[in-house]
């Protein structure tokens, strides 16, 4: 801050002759902080803007230095494949024997994940009947409503995988709905969508079902992933809710490599 500061009183004071250093600005605002009001008061707006810019510097270095890291942390997986477990009893979306299997750590009531299942069903779309898809379960702490949609999800996906998914889709179109009503809206989706509600009730209480959500957050902490959502296509990782354009570069490369 003090270094941005000092940039800043620099700028202000538009020195024609030799500048000072920024070690040098930095020691004089430490010792006389008014330098900094007095500089505020020469050109307010132009103190303001070198504020912002340095800001926006920042960020951007930010941005690219995760650029950087999601880039050779995607190639190292392309190498070495996170391997999710997939187990075959589960609800799943698309042929079986499709080439890529994309799994995702979902939470029904994170905005982001909104959005990544929105981009998910353009890439469905996209790649008809070339993808295997499987949710699976992380609940975020602060999220109260994420527990019990996991809860209905595994419930109805016990009747049906088609009906599970659809759940899951109007839930997530439906994130304002789910926030005030909460378990309310849950039943009312489960019955739109065909589920039995009886069975539904019943099934909600067999400890099996939490074992398998459970199973899904150990799962998520062995991948490193503490956020929603991440996608793992045929191992390789998307965290966070990516534009189709990133799916398509994995999912294009992964193709064209099992050629």
Not at 95 to 104: D, L, S
Request: glycine letters at 4%.
């Amino acid at each position: 801050m003090i270094a941005t500061i000092a940039a800043a009183v620099a700028a202000s004071f538009a020195l024609v002759a030799c500048q000072p250093s920024s070690k040098q600005l930095k020691e004089a605002v430490e010792k006389d902080p008014s330098i900094v009001f007095a500089a505020i008061e020469k050109d307010p707006e132009g103190f303001i803007e070198v504020v912002n810019k340095a800001a926006q510097k920042a960020q951007q270095k930010g941005a690219e230095k995760a650029q950087a890291e999601e880039s050779k942390k995607r190639e190292e997986e392309f190498k070495n494949p996170l391997k999710p477990a997939i187990d075959p009893s589960r609800a799943m979306y698309g042929p079986a024997n499709a080439p890529i299997t994309i799994v995702a750590f979902s939470d029904h009531q994170c905005p982001y994940c909104r959005r990544g299942n929105d981009t998910l069903k353009e890439v469905l779309k996209a790649y008809d009947g070339k993808i295997r898809f499987i949710f699976k379960h992380l609940p975020l702490d602060f999220h109260p409503r994420a527990m019990p949609a996991a809860k209905y999800f595994e419930a109805i996906a016990r009747q049906s995988a088609d009906k599970a998914y659809k759940f899951s889709d109007e839930v997530f179109e439906n994130q304002a709905d789910l926030n005030k009503r909460g378990e309310d809206f849950l039943k009312d989706v489960a019955k739109k969508v065909g589920a039995d509600p009886k069975k539904v009730e019943k099934d909600l209480k067999d400890p099996k079902l939490m074992d398998r959500i459970n199973a899904d957050m150990e799962e998520a902490k062995k991948f490193d992933i503490s956020g929603t959502p991440c996608f793992i296509i045929n191992g390789v990782s998307l965290r966070g809710a990516f534009p189709f354009g990133d799916f398509k570069s994995i999912i294009d490369r992964q193709l064209s490599q099992a050629k």
